[in-house]
């Protein structure tokens, strides 16, 4: 059983928002760091964005103003509210976290969604 599962992709315009949510299947999300990351085609996986178990935020350059991570815990969700979306955006995006109590970064996830894709276009 996949730990990590994230819904919400699709195809949208340049413009447009959408919101993904990744749901954790095991544990509680809110003991854990998770982290919003992208694979877009012929591109290296980059982290997005991260919340950690303390409720800090941090953000890729990019994505700054445009992009928010939050999580709520009655629900075990973690979602990524994604704005004025650019074809640069398009991508697989993936849910990632942290063993319990770890900290953000991609060198830190523990468990991993199997991603889903969000596609920006006219």
């Known amino acids: 059983q996949v730990p990590l599962v994230e819904s919400g992709g699709g195809l949208v315009q340049p413009g447009g928002s959408l919101r993904l949510s990744c749901e954790g299947s095991e544990f509680t999300l809110s003991d854990f760091s998770v982290g919003w990351f992208r694979q877009g085609p012929g591109k290296e996986r980059e982290e997005v964005a991260c919340l950690t178990f303390t409720d800090r935020t941090s953000y890729e350059d990019s994505v700054k103003e445009r992009f928010t991570i939050s999580r709520d815990s009655a629900k075990n969700l973690v979602y990524l509210q994604m704005n004025n979306l650019k074809s640069d955006d398009t991508a697989v995006y993936y849910c990632?976290?942290?063993?319990?109590?770890?900290?953000?970064?991609?060198?830190?996830?523990?468990?991993w969604g199997k991603g889903t894709l969000v596609t920006v276009s006219s």
């Open positions: 990632a976290s942290s063993e319990r109590w770890g900290p953000c970064g991609q060198t830190h996830m523990a468990y």
